[in-house]
């Protein structure tokens, strides 16, 4: 399975999984600006969309979207427990916060910040959007070790690749002391550690 990446995205999210899961699969870097392939190519004929995650499978099918992304990862692996069982409560639970994550905080929140056609006051709204997010998230983690409970599961991994980015666009953490907390536990784990190695440094914003 090929695993295309670009350093201080997304793409963190599915390399922290495969390296929980244990599976052999191959980091195809990609310019996240120019949408060049590492060793050549053009990244929009493997997603036309030009974004990252994308996963390739042996059999020739892509999958895109971190949330599925993982999913699939995660189910290839169930006696490590990264995504409870399909069909239950639980799974729907995990969902739930892949989509909140998704939705309000990546592509609600910190995506437009990045943005550089957006004024700083637009900025704002969405500072502000995100200060309601990590107070709802704050809140919950205040009782729970992980965002599922007590097992760390996909959806850690997806919040630590996110929260991740809030000192690149001034987003204060400190009123989120459980959010910090959570980061750091999840940024001790030895395959986010390798993801994070791996990485290595994020290349400067589009010129
Ligand atoms: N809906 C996608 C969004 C992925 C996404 O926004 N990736 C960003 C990096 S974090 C990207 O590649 N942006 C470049 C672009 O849109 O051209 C997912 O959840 O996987």
């Known amino acids: 399975m090929k695993l295309f990446c670009a350093p201080g995205t997304l793409s963190l999210l599915p390399h922290i999984v495969f390296l929980e899961a244990g599976l052999a699969f191959t980091v195809v870097r990609i310019d996240e600006h120019t949408k060049a392939i590492e060793g050549g190519g053009d990244y929009r004929t493997v997603n036309p969309l030009g974004y990252v995650p994308a996963l390739l499978l042996d059999d020739g099918t892509v999958l895109t979207e971190g949330a599925a ?69 704050d809140r919950h983690l205040a009782d729970h070790e992980y965002l599922m409970g007590e097992d760390f599961t996909v959806a850690d991994a997806n919040a630590f690749a ?46």
């Not at 056609?117 to 309601?132: M, N, P, Y």
Request: proline share 10%; hydrophobic share 40%.
């Open 69 to 137: 992304i993982v999913q699939y990862i995660a189910d290839q692996v169930p006696d490590k427990k990264l995504a409870p069982p399909n069909g239950t409560i639980e799974r729907a639970k995990l969902q739930a916060w892949l989509n909140f994550l998704s939705s309000e905080m990546h592509k609600g929140g910190f995506g437009p910040i990045f943005h550089k056609g957006i004024s700083e006051q637009s900025k704002e709204v969405f500072r502000d959007r995100l200060r309601a997010r990590y107070a709802h998230l």
């Open 162 to 207: 996110i929260t991740n980015w809030a000192p690149r666009v001034d987003f204060d953490l400190s009123p989120y002391p459980n959010v910090l907390a959570h980061h750091a536990r999840i940024g001790c784990r030895p395959a986010v550690q390798a993801a994070m190695a791996a990485d290595g440094p994020i290349p400067g914003p589009d010129p």
